[in-house]
């Protein structure tokens, strides 16, 4: 056979550039090898950079010096609780043991920070689950320090910026629906904005970011100090494997087809396949869906490219999807848009969601993945419909869907059929083709239910995550329980939708993707959403999805000195 010479060689050579990617570049450096970082898209991040950023890790250094009162048992037994029969022991005991390590190392010395917040986890009333100090928040970034780096760094979701390119955090979120509410939350309005204006005369959007915006810009920052190598629009095309392991792989740089040698290995992160619908069809049939909120180039090349030297998936999980749901606008060309959940109304009091019954199917202060999660066993897959139930004076307060808060009037979003109004509750429902008399007693039901601040049927405002993050302080008895009242009424429909997958690779508790032998493929990692997550296709906190790529990123890079170690 004759040997095709090598275009470049590195020592680790990772494919992707979101939360994964960057972490393994980062944790590679920091022990002297050789980083190259190949992203198919002109921009880095992926699905994380236009993501909370918020990593869901027990035990931290943050978490400890807080006072977190938790421990490695507390958060095993949380997490037998929640991934069930799922549970895989050797993923989840690499997780809790390398999980404070990785997030220790990889601030230490680099411009990536995250703080501490008082999140409780997403089921805490569970045995092992905790109020506070598994979760963690990516500290704000001026982008100016990345200079024309900046322009790398795959913006927010436009629809979520402010002025076509201001990005906002929950606390800014705040002071701009109230800014009058004190001297000090309008200077820093005042602040935000000039800070945007004197921006956009350098760059194409603000540079005072934040979520996972600043945690992909710190990354990238800290790779850039480090001396790493990432090369934008250079797409996998295949691996290289020479009969006893994976040695590179070819991509395409510039429309050149380049010969990588990885001396010590390849990690895929590439992201998972949210937007390719075969794979959709082939590893979720029971889950079928069409739209996703996550990075539009992410189609499984890396799994796929695994597949074809025989890499297995790992089929040993819940579903298919990290769930959310999603509304859609249909432009005037017939493109369908899919509409992220809104964070401002999410949960909130006034707001219920029903199916074609006109009843409800689910806790709406759930979590996103909850949600969903319910639709399916509603009947999503059998051809029920979902919808999120309001009154006008919701709305004005905090908006639905892609309508933002204070709108003066609904009825552009009713001629574009974005959502559907009417003067009473049995006429909305006609107009959705839902039971008129199920969802009036629907609501009357709820507003019963705000009155007295007790949910009989699926016991809203008692999960701590749901009262204490989502529920309105001001409403009471009940701050997840208020009443649909005002007229019109508004309906919008949702769908089931994906902020990423969580199928992919099957892999060890190191990070090896395991190949048709039932035995690890040399040279092969992988992580982040290319994996099936060691949270099995459950939800158990915020920050679940870039924590485990974080810490399975290192663990892959652990691994990878180890094995040099012992040449």
Known sequence: MTEHPWDVETDVLILGSGAAGLSAGIFARKRGLKVLICEKSAVVGGTTATSGGFIWVPNTDQARAAGAKDSVEKARIYLKNELGNHYRADLVDTFLEAGPKAVAEIQDGTDVAWDYVTWPDYHAETDGGVVEGRTLEPRRF?????????????????????????????????????????????????????????????????????????????????????????????????????????????????????????????????????????????????????????????????????????ALIDHEVAGPGLWQPSSLLTHPDGREETILYGYLERGKPGLIAVDRSGRRFVNES????????????????????????????????????????????????????????????????????????????????????????????????ENPFGRRMLGDPGVTPNPTLGPIRTAPFVALRVVPSTLGTAIGLKTNDRAQVIGSDGTPVPGLYGAGQDISSVMRGYYPGGGINIGAAVVFAYAAIRDIEQKADET
């Open 142 to 310: 001026d982008g100016r320090r990345l200079g024309a780096d900046f322009e790398l760094v795959r913006p927010p979701i436009r629809r979520l910026m402010l002025l076509g390119g201001m990005s906002i955090d929950k606390r800014k979120v705040d002071d701009f629906l109230n800014p009058f509410r004190s001297a000090r939350g309008f200077g820093r309005v005042v602040a935000t904005l000039a800070r945007f204006a004197a921006d956009r005369l350098r760059y194409s959007r603000g540079t005072d970011i934040g979520a996972g915006n600043a945690l992909i810009a710190r990354m990238l920052l800290s790779l850039r100090k480090m001396g790493a190598e990432i090369r934008v629009k250079t797409p996998l095309v295949e691996l290289i494997h020479d009969g006893t392991g994976v040695t590179g792989a070819v991509v395409d740089h510039d429309g050149t087809l380049t010969r990588i040698r990885a001396r010590r290995g390849v990690v895929l992160a590439t992201g998972g396949f949210p937007h390719n619908a075969k794979m959709r069809e082939e590893l979720g049939p029971d889950h079928p869906h069409h739209h996703s909120v996550g990075w539009q180039d992410n189609v499984g090349e890396g799994i796929n490219a695994a597949r074809r030297i025989g």
């Open 366 to 461: 759930s979590t996103y993945h909850d949600i969903v999660a319910a639709m399916f066993r509603a009947g999503a897959a059998k051809g029920n419909r979902f919808y999120f139930i309001a009154d006008r004076r919701f709305v004005w307060r905090w908006g639905l869907g892609m309508i933002r808060p204070f709108r003066p009037s609904l009825r552009p979003y009713v001629r574009q059929g974005y959502i559907q109004m009417a003067d009473t509750i049995e006429d909305l429902a006609r107009r959705i083709d839902v039971d008129p008399g199920g969802l009036a007693q629907t609501v009357a039901n709820i507003n019963a239910y705000a009155q007295s601040g007790t949910d009989p049927e699926f016991r809203r405002g």
